[in-house]
T-cell receptor
Framework: DTGVSQDPRHKITKRGQNVTFRCDPI?????LYWYRQTLGQGPEFLTY????????KSRLLSDRFSAERPKGSFSTLEIQRTEQGDSAMYLC?????????????FGPGTRLTVT | QQQVKQSPQSLIVQKGGISIINCAYE??????FPWYQQFPGKGPALLIA?????SEKKEGRFTISFNKSAKQFSLHIMDSQPGDSATYFC???????????FGPGTRLSVLP
């Protein structure tokens, strides 16, 4: 399967703990996006990378959130000192942003539950 | 101005019927409008997309109609099937490679 993959698929953690999620984009896709989706809502943009550079961050991305894409391939999203409000599906998407294509392809998501 | 509005919130259609979902936006800088389909526990999957230079795009049973002056676009699913039962999201972006702004979603149920 050459689609976007995310790990883990599910994570249950206690309030105050740190968690880290991984996203592997489609091979050769240079853009990688993180979104958050709460139940019954559409995905909300968090941040995106072009290669290893983080180009934009949403106001939703508080100081407790940090994302990296160290070699321009996979990315990690870390949440420090988790809160119950962080419970959501965290989605990763990738695209090949050259002169034209806009399409973003999503992974299956990581479901985070903070107890 | 960054919002994308979507209606209805939920939709029930008989098998073989036409499902219609509508979206509206305010930001005239948006220039790409995709529709995504999402099944429970899965990530959104790209269904069909349109640019503002065309008024309609059809792919199989799925058609996007786009009204630039009204800043509205809609998804039509012809001959709806029970397998189409999912949540549908419209989205918009401004410029290539930019992040998407999603609508709140429409839960479609197609009755057999």
């Amino acid at each position: 399967d050459t689609g976007v993959s995310q790990d883990p698929r599910h994570k249950i953690t206690k309030r105050g703990q740190n968690v880290t999620f991984r996203c592997d984009p489609i091979s050769e896709h240079n853009r990688l996006y993180w979104y958050r989706q709460t139940l019954g809502q559409g995905p909300e943009f968090l941040t995106y990378f072009q290669n290893e550079a983080q180009l934009e961050k949403s106001r939703l991305l508080s100081d407790r959130f940090s994302a990296e894409r160290p070699k321009g391939s996979f990315s990690t999203l870390e949440i420090q000192r988790t809160e119950q409000g962080d419970s959501a599906m965290y989605l990763c998407a990738s695209s090949l942003a050259l002169w034209g294509p806009y399409e973003q392809y999503f992974g299956p998501g990581t479901r985070l539950t903070v107890t | 101005q960054q919002q994308v509005k979507q209606s209805p919130q939920s939709l029930i259609v008989q098998k073989g019927g036409i499902s219609i979902i509508n979206c509206a936006y305010e930001n005239t800088a948006f220039d790409y409008f995709p529709w995504y389909q999402q099944f429970p526990g899965k990530g959104p999957a790209l269904l069909i997309a349109i640019r503002p230079d065309v008024s309609e795009k059809k792919e199989g049973r799925f058609t996007i109609s786009f009204n630039k002056s009204a800043k509205q676009f809609s998804l039509h699913i012809m001959d709806s099937q029970p397998g189409d039962s999912a949540t549908y999201f419209c989205a918009a972006s401004r410029g290539y490679g930019q992040n998407f702004v999603f609508g709140p979603g429409t839960r479609l149920s197609v009755l057999p």
